[in-house]
């Protein structure tokens, strides 16, 4: 079952070489009480701000899978390495990356075009998991 907004606010950091399907996203999910920021046209712009104080607050990560030079799979790999332990979320109009691979970084996938319903419903998913742990 699909709430509408969520108890408290969930906070999603997200990496989208492609500004119109980032404001999409940052529009639809705002929709369900779903903030979506910051936002991040490349892995590495992450990477560079990994310890800002902003990133502290996310909840949850969603990258794209093809972005330039690095990719969402590489991203998510470097982050688990450096320690981090938050859920992560890939997205692409590709086809999904093997289950292997997902599970290797623990992540979930999601395929765009996006179905808000199927996105809000993970988000709120893995949140709850990541409050609870």
Do not use: C, H
């Not at 936002?39 to 330039?68: G, H, W």
């Not at 998510?76 to 292997?100: H, I, M, T």
């Not at 996006?114 to 893995?126: N, S």
């Amino acid at each position: 079952m699909l709430n509408n907004t969520l108890q408290e606010t969930v906070k999603i950091a997200y990496v989208e070489d492609e500004p119109s399907i980032a404001q999409l996203l940052v529009s639809g999910l705002g929709l369900f009480g779903i903030e979506v920021q910051p936002v991040f046209m490349s892995a590495e712009a992450l990477l560079k701000q990994v310890d800002d104080a902003e990133l502290a607050e996310v909840d949850l990560f969603f990258f794209d899978i093809r972005l330039p030079k690095m990719t969402g799979l590489e991203l998510a790999g470097k982050l688990r390495e450096l320690g981090e332990e938050r859920p992560f979320v890939l997205v692409s109009a590709w086809p999904a990356p093997s289950q292997e691979s997902l599970q290797k970084i623990g992540a979930e996938f999601l395929p765009k075009p996006f179905d808000f319903p199927d996105v809000v419903q993970t988000i709120q998913k893995l949140a709850s998991q990541n409050k609870s742990e």
